[in-house]
Every structure is written in structure tokens, then in C-alpha cells.
């Protein structure tokens, strides 16, 4: 497409990017924008001038695209390099090394023909990038929100937890910490935008005026954002909170099934305690004119009857309690 705004490239060569870029790009830009990362290794937000001492060319940085792996079941991020000015907006990603194969890279493919239809200055498609990171964004924790709440209702209304519940809990809580390590400083990029912190200013010759990159109504849009980003925020802290009271419920839980566990051994102990001692008695070699239950005629239902009446006496009052037969 020709005079195009917004140009998106996937590991482009250099015959493909150093035309595109502004004439004084900076060569840590050049370096990092031609770095290929490795998956493990995160994307972290920024977006800070470039120039001469003077005048500020062009912007320079990066968005963590955040991304989700069913398989390893862990979330990391795509690198998203920006170069903007007044004239463009250049996008480079860069397939990562040890992606896994269940991952996909980033399609902006549609977001440029929705700028170009549109013909927004590179601010504003800036503001449509931003958009659609935020969208991922609030879309991983969404999931990992509706996972958190199956294994709430397992632990908490169910009568036993699933087996593997400690290291579900230890996985989403460190689900939410990854996608809150991106979401401050996406929210702090964002403030630094609506706050006229990070910003390019030009004066246009015909009529002799300042213009801003990110103009009022470009940030209004990104109030938008920033709220989105909040909210996103907001729910990741609330999870982060409520699994740790979910660890302390599961701890609980496990601490009063082991306690049960040793009641039930203590009642059995108990049980066959005293069956136990009157078998050993009446087994002893002793002279039968010491045990005159010998000369009795039912004595052998005698000791079947003790034992019986000891034993029932014995598993209704443990039944009561609760550490037999018990739920």
C-alpha cells in the first residue's frame, strides 16, 4: 500500500527496514529494533524520545503483546518494537526464539486496514496499537479470572478439594503476577501519553502553530485505555488476594483432614485396646484356680460378650464424635 500511515513488519530484513526509518535514528533503536529475543524473556513497556539536543525526532520502544501457551500453560510476551513520528508509525516484531508452537504471533494486519480506511495520522493509530494490546490484555485475565472461580468453587463448596489443587492455586497466582508485571507499566506508558509527559511537538510552517503527536482528542481515546487498563489491574490484585486466602482455606482443610486422619487412628488403637488386653489375659499360662471365670460354664461366651459390648460401647461413642464414619 502506498502512503501508507502505519507500516507492520514480521522479521523484516535490513533491505526492508533501515529505508523506513526516520534519517537520524539512533543506533541503540537500530540495534534493538534487529534483536532477536528469546521467548522466555519479557517484553517490557517503554516509549522515550529520540533526537538531537535540541529537537526530538522520533519516539522509540516497545509493547508487551501478551501471550498465552495451552500447552506449557504459562503466559510470556511478543516484543512489539514502535518507531514514531509525525510522519509514521513503524511496527517490528520479531518471531522469538523457543516460541512454542501453540503460540501465535501478533496479526496486526487488520487494525492497519481499519487505520488506513480511516486515514488516521500516526498518533492515532498509535492509540488503535494500544487498543488492541489492552483488549489481549483484559482477554488472559478474563480466562485465567473464569479458571480462578472453578477452582474457588472445588475448594469451597465442594466436599473435597481435586488433588492437584496447591499447584493449580501456585499457577494462577503466578498467571496474574505475569500479566500484572504488564499491565503497570503499560498503564504508566499510557498515563506518561495523557500527561504530556512523553509526546513530539513540531511547529507547522504555513500557519505557524505547535502541533502535538498525541493531540487532546487522541488522548481521550487513551482514557479509555487507561481505564481499561485499571480495571484489568484492578481485577489481577483482587485474584492475587483472593487465591492467597484460597492457599490459606486449602491449608486449612488439608491441617482438619489430617487431624481426622489421627482421630480415626486413635479411635481403631482404642478399639482394639481393651479386646486386645482381654485376649492376652485370658491367653496368659496362669493356674486356673487364680481365673474362677475357668470354672464357669459360659465362660468363653463371657469373654465374646465383653468383647463385643466393649467394642459397640466403644464405636458409638467415637461415631458421635465424628472421628469414625464421618464425612
Not at 496474574?176 to 508485571?181: I, M, R, T
Request: aromatic share 8%; net charge negative; hydrophobic share 40%.
Amino acid at each position: 500500500m502506498n502512503n501508507q500511515v502505519w507500516t507492520d513488519l514480521t522479521d523484516p530484513s535490513d533491505i526492508e527496514l533501515v529505508p523506513l526509518l526516520p534519517e537520524r535514528t539512533h543506533r541503540i533503536a537500530t540495534t534493538e529494533l534487529k534483536r532477536v529475543r528469546a521467548f522466555e524473556e519479557e517484553a517490557f513497556p517503554s516509549l522515550e524520545s529520540h533526537g538531537s539536543e535540541s529537537t526530538d525526532d522520533y519516539l522509540f520502544g516497545e509493547l508487551a503483546y501478551p501471550v498465552f501457551s495451552p500447552d506449557a500453560d504459562d503466559i510470556g510476551t511478543i516484543s512489539l518494537r514502535i518507531v514514531i513520528d509525525f510522519e509514521r508509525l513503524i511496527t517490528v516484531t520479531r518471531t522469538p526464539r523457543n516460541l512454542p508452537e501453540d503460540v501465535k504471533m501478533p496479526d496486526l494486519s487488520g487494525l492497519l486496514v481499519r487505520a488506513q480506511a480511516k486515514a488516521l495520522e500516526s498518533g492515532s493509530c498509535f492509540c488503535f496499537l494500544m487498543e488492541e494490546v489492552t483488549h489481549e490484555i483484559n482477554r488472559l485475565v478474563e480466562i485465567i479470572e473464569d479458571r480462578s472461580e472453578i477452582v474457588e468453587q472445588l475448594l469451597n463448596y465442594d466436599e473435597k478439594p481435586p488433588t492437584d489443587c496447591r499447584k493449580q492455586l501456585a499457577r494462577l497466582r503466578n498467571h496474574f503476577l505475569q500479566l500484572k508485571v504488564v499491565i503497570q507499566p503499560t498503564l504508566t506508558l499510557v498515563d506518561g501519553i495523557i500527561a504530556d509527559e512523553i509526546d513530539l511537538r513540531e511547529v507547522v510552517a504555513e500557519t505557524q502553530q505547535e502541533r502535538e503527536l498525541f493531540p487532546r482528542n487522541t488522548e481521550i481515546f487513551l482514557i479509555a485505555v487507561r481505564n481499561s487498563l485499571r480495571h484489568a489491574l484492578l481485577h489481577a490484585e483482587y485474584w492475587l488476594e483472593n487465591l492467597d486466602t484460597l492457599q490459606d482455606n486449602l491449608s486449612d482443610y488439608l491441617n482438619r483432614e489430617q487431624t481426622k486422619a489421627g482421630n480415626r487412628l486413635a479411635a481403631m488403637a482404642s478399639i482394639m485396646l481393651l479386646p486386645t488386653f482381654i485376649v492376652g489375659l485370658y491367653g496368659m499360662n496362669i493356674d486356673s484356680t487364680y481365673f474362677p471365670e475357668f470354672g464357669w460354664l459360659n465362660g468363653y461366651l463371657f469373654s465374646w460378650s465383653a468383647i463385643a459390648l466393649i467394642t459397640v460401647i466403644q464405636v458409638a461413642i467415637f461415631r458421635k464424635k465424628g472421628w469414625i464414619f464421618g464425612k
